[in-house]
């Protein structure tokens, strides 16, 4: 029996010690010449292969259903059945390790995750594969860096500053803390002042402000280094009974603070509490305490740092997805907040478009936003800057400017209601490619900030132009066909060449299902913004398959997943995220990719039945 089996590919990675023995006792090796005939239908199977060289097509009838590569398993679904429906052929010569079907339902009988892996629907590998990774999420957690939580800036004062001085700086900054610099002491010395101290300055009996903060201050500070772990913060807390403590860096260059280290901030231990059971809450605060877009920028910064916990820690991508979308809308909304008039802010509604108002988007992507005006109000003179000024702001923020200008300072994307009325309408009386796309993405829409009853009156303009509008519904449906790739898209990823490795995820797979949906929705004036939401209520009035609606959801989550995975190794190794390199991905991803695509194929089947795209 071979040695060198690879037991760290799907599905065998979910077996133990015992059960990779049986394997290597049941496992032989088989070759097929170019053109043999690995499997025919309706004879019964006796092995699972797992392709060590070469590839091995599926046929249904004529229709080529898939392509196997190295460390792709097949067909387990044979196995459990009882008899082969496919035909599957070596394109190449083709080296395959072959196990036998008693080990395999041995282990099916005894590896329930083996079993979903291997022949489950897509659903039932994805439950599998969820069950594994949330059993990590708090080995996560505990890894967690001082560095990941919200280290919070403080205001350093001179110990001569007296009481009241801090007192307005703890108003101002909205803070129960300073950090004291004694200069007098030689070497100097640093401590900290808190609302504790200024209860203590109250009962001293001198006048607070001839009080100097030196004289209640603490200069015994519990230091923190930012890469230590949460964990350890947590216990040094505990040991030296204290709520706060200071968070120092080693300065190579040495310097007088904290014996020679250089004070970063200060961790709160609520704020390390608040992590631990719920990140997203301390951006969240942040974003609502901000005074300035600096404060905001601080918070943006923090946003990819969550994902990547969360990712990492087994949330599923739909949660993530939708903390995003809460976190983002309340970064825009306190944005137009800090830079609008309250006036403007009262009579508009900000709102976004695309995936960020579907609640689908994960890293930050290209700004997609709009502004309606309330009827009979008069802007400011000046609502060009403004406008600009907010777009410049995102752009700081990391959401750079859209490449088609659908930003709230471009002049056509701000209107006032009734303008904006008009617009729609126009986009649907006389539909060209670029205002059937403009339709696509305002459909989307998501208030974030202001009256968010305006968005919901113009986007219901649409629903009452296209009703019953076959031709219209059928022009703006067939854009699923703008990035269509023929059959042999999975062969051509195989191949050798290096041109062709890279896939694109949106154009294969999520533009398609995203668009589908979206048309189904308009057609069916169902009004919900997000893909699940409409693939719901689609079910609900029973315009697709139950199925089908629960293998479209597993499909989206999936290509989420699978470009945030990208987008995340894109960060860290500073590379760009063009695409997936299909040859880069593990065998159970390659598995999930096929299954996932093929979904949206038999999508596209119903889609072209339903808008008769065949004669668009």
Not at 546 to 556: E, G, M, N, P, R
Request: glycine share 6%; charged share 25%.
């Amino acid at each position: 029996m071979p040695n060198a089996f690879n037991f760290s590919a799907s599905p065998f990675d979910c077996l133990g010690n015992d059960e990779r023995q049986l394997v290597r006792d049941h496992l032989d090796i088989a070759y097929f010449r170019e053109g043999d005939v690995v499997l025919e239908p309706g004879t019964p199977p006796t092995h699972l292969f797992v392709i060590i060289k070469g590839f091995v097509q599926q046929f249904d009838g004529d229709e080529h259903v898939t392509t196997f590569g190295p460390e792709d398993v097949f067909d387990g679904r044979s196995l459990v059945a009882g008899k082969v429906s496919s035909r599957f052929k070596a394109t190449e010569e083709v080296l395959a390790y072959q196990l036998a079907r008693q080990a395999v339902a041995e282990l099916i009988s005894t590896n329930a995750t083996f079993g979903a892996l291997l022949f489950a629907d897509l659903s039932k590998k994805l439950s599998a594969l969820s069950e594994r990774g949330s059993q990590h999420e708090m080995q996560s957690l505990s890894m967690a860096r001082v560095a990941q939580a919200v280290v919070r800036h403080a205001q350093t004062v001179d110990a001569s500053t007296d009481i009241v001085s801090v007192v307005r700086i703890f108003t101002a900054d909205r803070t129960d803390h300073v950090l004291v610099r004694d200069t007098a002491c030689q070497p100097p010395r640093l401590g900290i002042f808190t609302t504790t101290g200024l209860q203590r300055a109250i009962l001293h009996g001198k006048a607070l402000d001839q009080l100097a903060v030196g004289e209640l201050a603490t200069f015994k500070l519990v230091s923190v280094s930012p890469d230590d772990y949460l964990f350890d913060a947590l216990a040094t807390m505990i040991r030296f009974k204290v709520r706060r403590v200071v968070v120092a860096q080693k300065d190579e260059a040495g310097g007088e603070e904290a014996g020679a280290e250089r004070v970063l901030g200060t961790l709160d231990q609520l704020d390390l509490l608040s992590f631990l059971s719920n990140h997203s809450t301390l951006i969240t605060r942040q974003i609502l305490e901000a005074n300035d877009l600096a404060g905001l920028k601080n918070a943006a910064g923090q946003i990819n740092g969550l994902i990547t916990l969360l990712y990492r820690g087994g949330t599923k991508v739909s949660l993530i997805a939708r903390l995003v979308q809460e976190v983002n809308a309340r970064l825009f909304e306190r944005a137009w907040q800090l830079i609008a008039p309250p006036e403007l802010v009262a009579n508009s509604c900000l709102f976004v478009m695309g995936s960020e108002g579907r609640g689908e988007q994960l890293l930050k992507t290209d700004q997609d936003n709009g502004l309606i005006l309330r009827d009979g109000y008069t802007p400011p003179t000046d609502l060009d800057q403004i406008c600009q000024h907010f777009s410049d702001a995102l752009a700081e923020f990391g959401y750079p400017e859209c490449p088609g200008r659908i930003m709230v300072s471009n002049p056509e994307w701000r209107h006032s209601m009734l303008e904006f009325g008009q617009t729609v309408r126009r986009w649907l009386v006389l539909p060209t490619p670029e205002t059937l796309m403009a339709l696509a993405i305002f459909i989307d829409s998501h208030a974030v900030c202001g009256d968010a009853t305006m968005l919901e009156e113009v986007r219901g303009e649409v629903f009452k132009l296209v009703t019953d509008n076959d031709a219209l519904l059928a022009r703006f449906a067939a854009a699923i066909n703008a990035f269509d790739q023929d059959s042999g898209w999975w062969n051509r990823l195989l191949s050798l060449n290096d041109d062709d490795k890279l896939l694109d995820l949106k154009k294969a797979g999520t533009f398609p299902l995203v668009h589908g949906v979206r048309s189904l929705a308009l057609a069916h004036r169902i009004t919900e913004t997000g893909t699940v939401a409409r693939l719901q209520a689609l079910a609900a009035d029973h315009r697709l398959p139950a199925d089908l609606v629960t293998d479209l959801v597993d499909s989206l989550h999936f290509f989420m997943g699978l470009k945030l995975k990208t987008g995340l190794e894109a960060l860290e190794t500073g590379k760009s995220s063009a695409g997936i390199a299909v040859d880069k991905l593990s065998s159970l991803d390659r598995d999930l990719l096929k299954d996932t695509l093929g979904v949206v194929k038999r999508f596209r089947n119903v889609l072209f039945q339903r808008f008769r795209l065949d004669m668009v």
